[in-house]
């Protein structure tokens, strides 16, 4: 897949053309699916804000509340409860998956239960933008520090690619660059600290940082 991990969604013009770039054509003309799965393993989240985010309400929406050509949502716990012959085709019509956060863990867990991890790779077109855990399913690793899920059996998430991310830099009051390089220090993976103003554009292997903000690449070998 094509993918845009961010911290805080579509905050900036510098990301937003890099969605436009990545779908190869106007917002206007794409069709999207959002997922707020990974709201349910958080005990921040609940029913306001998972209906926040797939109505576009602030201060949850920003992503969904964009000019799609067609906005959908798709609920990853109830796939397997219809059939691959319904979802399937769903996901497959759709240019862009918009992830929302919570726990990644929980989120990890119902993209392989439902069958979309293995999916994924036949999607070589598809975009998929994440936000904070839907961004952070898609590294190796999260670290036990954004574990909220009781019933994860560890930190270990898709490893699509080969970084882990540290996300909402500065956003809450434990998110600081040195709560981030203690953080580093047992994930074992190359790590991005990102700000909310911040992404990270992943296409055919090559990874460019995409900011008007802060973030910081800590690397295994300088901890």
Known sequence: MKLLLTSGGITNT???DALVDLLGKPVGESSALCIPTAQ?????????SARGFVSG??????????EWKSLGMLELSALPTIGSERWIPWVREADVLLVDGG????LCHWMRESGL????????????????????VMTPRIGDDFVNWPSAPDD????LVDFTIFPHLD????????????????????????????AIKVTDGTVEVVSEGH???LSPQSR
């Open 103 to 106: 726990d990644a863990t929980y």
């Open 117 to 136: 991890a293995d999916l994924l790779p036949s999607l070589p077109d598809t975009v998929w933008v994440g936000v904070s855990a839907g961004s952070m």
């Open 156 to 159: 270990r998430t898709l490893g």
């Open 14 to 16: 510098s990301i937003r």
């Open 215 to 217: 973030w910081k690449l």
């Open 57 to 66: 309400l602030p201060p949850w929406g920003g992503m969904t509340s964009m």
């Open 171 to 198: 956003v809450f009051p434990t998110n600081t660059m040195a709560e981030a390089e203690r953080w580093a220090t047992g994930v074992g993976h190359p790590a991005y600290v990102l700000d909310d103003q911040t």
């Open 40 to 48: 349910w393993g958080h005990p921040m989240c609940g029913p306001v």
